[in-house]
């Protein structure tokens, strides 16, 4: 990965911070998005320290607003180079939250952030073909369903249903992306880590109260979870595939919801007129 910059979003803690480390290690420019300083900075020495690289940066950006959104892939923009760009960043708090745009928070941190970022990215991708796009989805899909009526989810709010349903808008939009980057050097593919023990993680299964522990010994680590994002992101093998779901550093399959090509044009065209005008 010697003189390739890769962008990961998310990039303070877990996943990302274990994804934005294996990738320095392997000789990337990394550029580490992140919406708080101190955290970030903090998360930005600790990756520089372990992957003892001296290339590893701090962007800030609020993945909650869309206008940060912009102003963030505006900065990316002006890179000489993306070679990688990975969203890695999601969220799910125990009730219903709104987004500075009024957007229920999930659907604006999970999905609409990741799909303003990539798409306004579009034109530094191409010029830097081949160029990757990686998107943590989850096989949480499985259990989503997007309502047009109601991407919001002001009607019955679940938590945990929400978060499934954007994990398969993630694989929906990596769809679709695929399709219209064809012939341009880009490629796009989304992925399942497993099951990691993290902050995410205890935010979706019920309080364990004093059994919290036990989600270290039972499910996957950070840096284990990372390995398929930086297969993904890095792999020989996987120079020409687009468009397909990854999990355990092998291409895997989406669960046929996540394969319906009328539903991701749908859900694209729904996107682009909620964030705007895209590239």
């Not at 990302?16 to 101190?38: Q, S």
């Not at 499934?164 to 939009?173: D, I």
Request: aromatic share 6%.
């Amino acid at each position: 990965m010697d003189g390739k910059t890769c962008v990961v979003t998310g990039a303070n803690a877990g996943i990302g911070k274990a994804t934005a480390t294996g990738l320095a290690k392997l000789g990337a420019r990394v550029i580490m998005v992140c919406r708080d300083r101190g955290r970030g900075e903090a998360a930005r020495d600790e990756v520089a320290r372990e992957s003892g690289s001296d290339r590893v940066e701090l962007r800030l950006g609020d993945l909650a607003a869309l206008a940060d959104v912009r102003r963030l892939a505006s900065d990316l923009a002006e890179e000489d180079r993306i070679d990688v760009l990975l969203n890695n960043a999601a969220i799910m708090p125990r009730g219903r939250e709104t987004s500075a745009d009024g957007h229920e928070l999930q659907f604006a941190v999970n999905h609409l952030a990741p799909f303003l970022l990539t798409t306004s990215l579009l034109d530094r991708l191409k010029a830097s073909a081949p160029a990757r796009v990686v998107t943590v989805a989850s096989n949480a899909h499985r259990k989503g369903v997007i309502d047009f009526d109601d991407l919001d989810a002001e009607r019955g709010y679940d938590s945990r249903l929400v978060y499934c349903t954007t994990k398969l808008m993630n694989v929906l939009f990596t769809r679709e992306l695929a399709r219209r980057l064809e012939g341009t050097g880009v490629t796009a593919n989304c992925l399942h880590p497993g099951v990691i023990s993290t902050t995410l993680l205890r935010q979706y299964f019920p309080p364990l109260g004093p059994f919290a522990f036990l989600t270290n010994l039972f499910f996957k680590s950070p840096e284990d979870g990372a390995k398929t994002s930086i297969w993904a992101a890095t792999a020989s093998e996987l120079a020409d595939v687009s468009g397909r779901y990854l999990s355990d550093e092998a291409i895997a399959e989406a669960e046929p919801r996540g394969r319906d090509d009328a539903v991701a044009k749908r859900l694209w065209d729904v996107s682009e007129e909620l964030c705007g005008r895209v590239g």
